[in-house]
């Protein structure tokens, strides 16, 4: 169906956590043809990360409608729904099952959804293997040049078409640029759920921010949390700062915050990471930035992802008054800064005119290919099985026997049944796994 000023596109994003949901339902508003009236419907799919209300009021992204599902459900109700576009926002292994039960669902239809994916921040890690899980998709989004070009070369080096491949930025870039420090200088020290993933490391890096408030009394200095206790992210966090700062003596300036990332960046005058996202959201509104270089540079930890940009730094050098110029060159590759809103340009919203004219394309064609994605019992006959029976899809994507019914919504008890659960699997990561860890290490 062709977009223009009198239609409404219907648009569906499944996403597996709140980073997820964030990425996903801004993507869509991102590559809507112009002048489109968006309905968007958003479908969480049934696991340990499933965001609470909490997260989603955080993430700050409305939908139409919300719920959750499980992969045969979502499956079923394509088979149903008529959308123009489908963004699947899931873990590498999530994209593929679903692709396999849509080509499914789908086969013998002229007319299908335009099916997009691709990654919520760095991809600095399992390149190939998460690549090749998104392989199949009608546009797979790369949010830079550097990643476009790392992209097509994987796929033309295993001859997968990468046709897909598609140039665009991260959707929730933006915000006010940074104008000159405030009072009093803030630094934000935002932290991850997954790095570093044990104590000492966690502890270390606490303990070099609370020293930095004490050696500047006149900084605030600002613990930026992802989750509380007992919620999942996209990664699992078995050690929350909020545990490890119990019982600690903080200086006053010194305090632990939730809230949007944006909102904590307008009061930001220094952000410091290990590999977050987010330094990409201060390099994009010319906040001083400093990638942590404690720990070492290492690729478990996400940082030699930052090499060259300028923005590496030990807590040792900050407490020195070091302050970051970031490389230009290094930035612009990562579609952040350049053209943005210190330059006063436009390029970061033109970022996304490539994904918009490609989905123009396939949506006023008389119909489209089925989806091929480069894994099939062909291909990775030892591989594949495995990541659809944990959607609960056999090698052909239809439903296993026993899978979770799907026409037909889940009752009172089962609704409640499923809360428990998942409450259950949260404590025992949290809270049990760590402390039978702590037993085995005696």
């Keep these: 169906m062709p977009a223009s000023a009198t239609q409404t596109l219907r648009v569906a994003v499944l996403a597996d956590s709140d980073t997820r949901w964030k990425w996903g339902s801004l993507t869509a508003n991102r590559i809507a043809p112009p002048n489109s009236d968006i309905s968007l419907d958003g479908y969480l799919l049934r696991g340990r990360a499933t965001p ?4 989603l009021k955080e993430v700050g992204v409305t939908a139409d409608s919300l719920r959750e599902v499980t992969a045969v459900e979502f499956l079923r109700a394509m088979e149903k729904e008529s959308y123009d576009i489908l963004v699947l926002s899931l873990v590498g292994g999530g994209v593929q099952a679903m692709l396999h039960g849509l080509a499914r669902v789908w086969d013998g239809r002229s007319k299908r959804p335009v099916v ?4 919520v921040g760095v991809v600095y890690e399992k390149l190939t293997d998460g690549l090749l899980l998104r392989h199949g998709a009608d546009l797979v989004l790369a949010n830079s040049r550097q990643d476009a ?3 097509k070369a994987v796929y033309d ?3 997968a078409d990468s046709g897909a491949v598609t140039e665009v930025a991260l959707p929730f870039l933006g915000g006010a640029a940074y104008t000159g420090e405030h009072d009093p200088y803030t630094v934000v020290f935002a932290v991850q759920p997954s790095v570093p993933d044990n104590r000492r490391d966690r502890e270390y890096l606490l303990n070099r921010a609370i020293q930095h408030a004490r050696f500047h009394p006149h900084r605030e200095v600002l613990l930026k949390l992802r989750s509380k206790p007992g919620e999942h992210t996209t990664h699992i966090e078995e050690l929350p700062y909020q545990k490890l700062v119990q019982g600690k003596d903080l200086p006053a300036n010194f305090s632990l915050v939730y809230g949007h990332m944006g909102d904590v960046l307008d009061r930001t005058d220094l952000l410091v990471t290990v590999s977050s996202t987010a330094a990409l959201e201060s390099l994009h509104r010319r906040i001083p930035t400093v990638v942590l270089t404690d ?4 690729e478990g930890l996400g940082n030699h992802h930052f090499v060259g940009s300028g923005c590496l730094a030990s807590w040792e050098q900050l407490d020195a008054g070091y302050k970051p110029v970031p490389d230009a060159e290094w930035v612009a590759r990562q579609g952040v800064g350049a053209g943005g809103p210190a330059s006063g340009g436009g390029s970061y919203e033109t970022a996304f005119d490539a994904a918009r004219e490609r989905i123009v394309k396939l949506l006023a064609a008389d119909g489209m290919a089925p989806l091929a994605p480069y894994y099939t019992p062909e291909t990775a006959p030892g591989y594949l099985p495995g ?12 439903p296993l026997p026993g899978a979770p019914a799907a026409d037909k919504e889940p009752g009172p008890v089962r609704q409640i049944v499923r809360r428990a659960a998942r409450g259950a699997y949260r404590h025992g990561v949290q809270r049990v796994a760590p402390v039978i860890r702590r037993m085995g290490e005696l």
């Design 52 to 55: 609470t209300a909490r997260q």
């Design 116 to 119: 997009v994916t691709g990654y």
């Design 149 to 151: 070009e790392r992209f």
């Design 157 to 159: 080096g295993v001859g």
């Design 295 to 298: 720990l070492g540079i290492r």
């Design 387 to 398: 990541i659809l029976a944990r959607h609960h899809l056999g090698p052909d994507g239809t």
